[in-house]
Nanobody, 122 residues
Framework: VQLQASGGGLVQAGGSLGLSCAAS????????MAWFRQAPGKEREFVAA????????DYADFVKGRFTISRDNAKNTVYLQMNSLRPVDTAVYYC????????????????WGQGTQVTVSS
């Protein structure tokens, strides 16, 4: 499975940005897709995940109410809509995929995209 993330950029605090992650290849192996992020000097952290069959979602506490993960199964694409962005949201955002929610959420997804930079200015 290959994952291609896109949509990053520069936005002012309080603004919005949308990310996309398109999967190709053996997409049936990607029952769960998720977003992670890594800020400079920090460890990678979980942001949100979604199961592709039922659309069950899971969010990190720090994005609840601000970020929304969704999917378009016909396009094998997962989206992350980010609202009310803060400077602390500045990071490289990665998408990940795998067969099980608990393993993908814990950072042990089998497949990873290349990352897209999100910068939030104050």
């Amino acid at each position: 499975v290959q994952l291609q993330a896109s949509g990053g950029g520069l936005v002012q605090a309080g603004g919005s940005l949308g990310l996309s992650c398109a999967a190709s290849g053996r997409t049936f192996s990607s029952a769960v897709m998720a977003w992670f992020r890594q800020a400079p000097g920090k460890e990678r952290e979980f942001v949100a995940a979604i199961t592709l069959s039922r659309g069950t979602t899971d969010y990190a506490d720090f994005v609840k109410g601000r970020f929304t993960i969704s999917r378009d199964n016909a396009k094998n694409t997962v989206y992350l809509q980010m609202n009310s962005l803060r400077p602390v949201d500045t990071a490289v955002y990665y998408c990940a995929a795998g067969p099980l929610l608990r393993t993908v959420r814990n950072g042990r997804g089998e497949f990873w995209g290349q990352g897209t930079q999100v910068t939030v200015s104050s």
